[in-house]
């Protein structure tokens, strides 16, 4: 999370008083709540092997990091994007609920980053009854209707092994 100094200055030790941007957060929550999506498509395309590897989310694109080999064809991009096209059409909701760590571990195809530590308890979001259920404390739509639209802008690699979309 980053933040800005709106006065005064800044010590180890300082009070400070932290204020949320809700017009910013308003923004972001499409492009956060759709790379949950795009993270099921994507396993849906290239299959159960795909993780990912991170992403950045703000108020003008998401950028999603995943595991795979080689570069995405034409088909997969253009099936990647009518899953999520269509999970958009579809308006599936989008619920979130916290719980022991423990017990959202066991939860049917749950999702989580690799490496991430996570908070006990822990909030778990589900996209659709049957499309996405990760680890996540981030903000979202109340359903994927409010997303709008979605079309990857390019597919490419970032390191072995790892691409971006």
Partial sequence: ??????????QAGSSVTCRVDYDRRRSVAPNHSMTHVLNAALRKVLGDTVEQRGSLCNDEKLRFDFSHKKAMTAKQLRSTEEYCKAAVENAEPVTAAVMPLDEAKEIDG????????????????????????????????????????????EESAVAKGNRRV
């Fill in 1 to 10: 999370h980053t933040g800005i100094l709106a006065s005064g200055s800044l």
């Fill in 110 to 153: 749950v999702r989580a980053v690799f490496g991430e530590v996570y908070p006990d308890p822990v909030r778990v979001v589900s996209v659709g009854e049957e499309t996405s259920v990760e680890f996540c404390g981030g903000t979202h739509l109340s359903h994927t209707k409010e997303g709008e639209a979605f079309a990857p802008v």
